[in-house]
């Protein structure tokens, strides 16, 4: 059970989250729909579908900055109890920092499982929307991917109207290698031409370069090539980012997603570390918190806070920095997924750690 000094406190943390979070989620929708609107620029976009497309995609935004938002709300409530005597008292009858951050450390861990289990899986569907709608009006472009268990289907328009699905079983280098694949080949009537299947399709400089293949035209005989070219009309850039992005899945998708993925060959690292990083949020947001109780140590209730703000906005520039800087390692395969999402937590524990015992021991 919590004493009642827990609960003051936990009251107290409460109303800061919320005050700070209403503000960031403001902040956030305003400055999205002002890109939406940017985006849209000479697209001829509804200008509901651009409000749409702010609304869908703020889920995931007040998601991603779950983080940030509760290391200045713990700041800020710190600050508020410093300047009202308040965590002075509480230092000075014998509790330490580590004691007055328990109640902060459970509150917003809590709020970190709820956004995990509730929020991720709602903003996944979202986001789902959300590419639609884009890939519709601003970037006015079909999906050209789709992943299933059974391969990758693909499609392309070619400049004589006629439209390729391709399928393969397998894929490697991104998807501009295609194993055991199968072309066929439509009009924009969705009239049948024929059809190429084959062992292997390369995407190289607008061919499709494919070996030992049967191409078989409609009302024709099968002809077996060992070596031919088909035009191509996407790129290996097309293929990737067409693909479902990782945000698009919830945490209880992504598993199975990745699993299916490397499979059939595709790298699945973007994967990984969205999903590692979901999954570790709860105990970042916790390192956040101590390190908002690390910077507050040595704060006076008569100081000007105004290092307290900059320390703190330094201090997640250089976090954020950091984690894209693994993250980027891990996407590139220069360091393991796991261990690239790992290393920025443990930083920062490190950091707030050592802060708080450098401020305790100058304290004395």
């Known amino acids: 059970m919590f004493s009642k000094l827990n609960i003051y406190l936990l009251k107290n943390f409460i109303y800061s989250f919320l005050i700070v979070f209403i503000v960031f989620t403001l902040l956030i929708y305003f400055s999205d729909l002002i890109e939406q609107f940017r985006k849209s620029t000479n697209r001829d976009v509804p200008i509901d579908i651009i409000f749409k497309l702010t609304f869908l995609n703020a889920p995931f935004l007040s998601f991603s900055t779950l983080p940030i938002v509760i290391f200045f709300s713990t700041v800020f409530c710190y600050l508020k109890l410093i300047r009202s005597s308040e965590y002075i008292i509480m230092g000075s009858a014998g509790m330490s920092s580590f004691q007055l951050a328990k109640a902060p450390i459970f509150i917003f861990f809590i709020i970190g499982v709820f956004f995990v289990t509730i929020i991720n899986p709602l903003s996944a569907i979202f986001q789902k929307e959300f590419h639609e709608l884009d890939y519709k009006y601003i970037k006015k472009i079909d999906r050209l991917t789709s992943i299933s268990q059974n391969g990758v289907w693909l499609m392309q328009e070619n400049t004589n109207g006629i439209i390729n699905i391709i399928y393969a079983k397998n894929i490697k280098d991104d998807g501009a290698t295609l194993l055991n694949f199968m072309l066929l080949e439509y009009t924009a009537d969705d009239d049948f031409i024929g059809r190429i299947d084959g062992e292997v399709a390369k995407l190289r400089d607008d061919k499709w370069l494919m070996s030992n293949l049967l191409i078989t035209k409609r009302y024709q005989d099968p002809i077996f090539y060992d070596y031919f070219e088909y035009d191509a009309f996407i790129t290996n850039e097309d293929i990737k980012n067409s693909l479902s992005a990782p945000e698009m899945m919830s945490y209880l998708q992504l598993g199975s997603f990745i699993y299916i993925l490397d499979k059939l060959g595709y790298s699945t690292n973007d994967y990984k570390i969205y999903f590692y990083n979901i999954l570790l949020m709860p105990l970042i947001i916790v390192g956040f918190v101590l390190l ?70 100058n304290k004395t």
Do not use: C, W
């Open 292 to 361: 908002a109780s690390s910077i507050v140590i040595d704060v006076k209730q008569n100081d000007k806070f105004f290092k307290v703000v900059v320390t703190s906005f330094l201090l997640v520039f250089i976090y954020y920095f950091f984690s894209n800087l693994m993250n980027t390692l891990g996407s590139n395969s220069k360091l393991p997924p796991l261990l690239s999402v790992i290393i920025t937590p443990l930083l920062l524990f490190s950091i707030s750690i050592v802060l708080n015992k450098y401020k305790t021991l």
